[in-house]
């Protein structure tokens, strides 16, 4: 989670003073902050303001909606030199997703094949530099095998059914309860956040109970990127539906 920005002043209405502030627009990880004071902690609107230095209107808002705020992101950073090359990279890249890990392009590798294919001008640093940003490096992540009531992990597996006749590979959303191996496993025909939503819903209502906490093995549905130790950014979609 993000703390707010720095100090600002407050008039005798509570508005903050700061004109980031005065806007109203938070981020899904500030709304997700202010719903668990206010929903689980038990805080008043009042006090939470004072405390996270928004407007009380900032505070309803976020109390309403769950939702990530609804503005044009910005744009991504440019990128002049290697511009042009974007596309051939990331689809390079995600060719690599279905290979084996001795058999995917290195960011030298794929250096080499933009000077010999496409001419490219730029200097290799260039390119290892987006590759890494794309292609964050992987870290080993421990679970723990002994668990307290109220855990559950979740994952997608895969399945071939008989679908209207037809063999059919269909995604599995798997969530089980850790301490007494409650399993939930819902069929979909591919793997996507609506898929991943539905899911949770669905197990929620059957087990009658939402965990206290779900683990998830860097899910890419719910993990925009890995940083480094165990911090995650995560998809902002999935930080509104934990939050709602």
Not at 186 to 202: D, N, P, T
């Amino acid at each position: 989670m993000h703390p707010p920005g720095g100090h600002s002043g407050y008039a005798e209405d509570g508005a903050c003073q700061s004109s980031d502030r005065r806007s109203g627009v938070l981020t899904v990880d500030q709304r997700e902050e202010i719903r668990r004071a206010y929903f689980v902690e038990g805080k008043s609107i009042r006090r939470i303001a004072r405390e996270r230095r928004h407007d009380r209107r900032t505070m309803r808002k976020a109390l309403r909606d769950a939702g990530p705020p609804r503005h044009l992101l910005k744009a991504p950073r440019p990128r002049p030199i290697l511009g042009l090359f974007l596309a051939a990279i990331d689809h390079w890249l995600k060719e690599d997703q279905q290979r084996p890990p001795k058999q995917r392009h290195t960011a030298r590798r794929i250096y080499e094949r933009l000077v010999s294919e496409f001419g490219f001008q730029g200097g290799e640093s260039t390119v290892r530099q987006y590759v890494r940003e794309r292609r964050p490096r992987k870290r080993e992540v421990t679970i723990p095998l002994e668990h307290d009531p109220g855990e559950a992990q979740a994952d997608w597996g895969e399945a071939r059914v008989y679908l209207d006749g037809r063999p059919t590979r269909v995604q599995l959303f798997c969530l089980g309860m850790c301490c007494f191996h409650w399993p939930f496993v819902m069929a979909f025909l591919r793997q996507s956040q609506e898929s991943l939503f539905a899911g949770h819903v669905a197990a929620f209502e059957e087990m009658g109970a939402v965990p206290r906490t779900i683990t998830y093995d860097n899910l890419s549905l719910a993990v925009k990127r890995v940083l480094t130790g165990s911090r995650r950014e995560e998809q902002r979609e999935f930080v509104a539906f934990r939050s709602h």
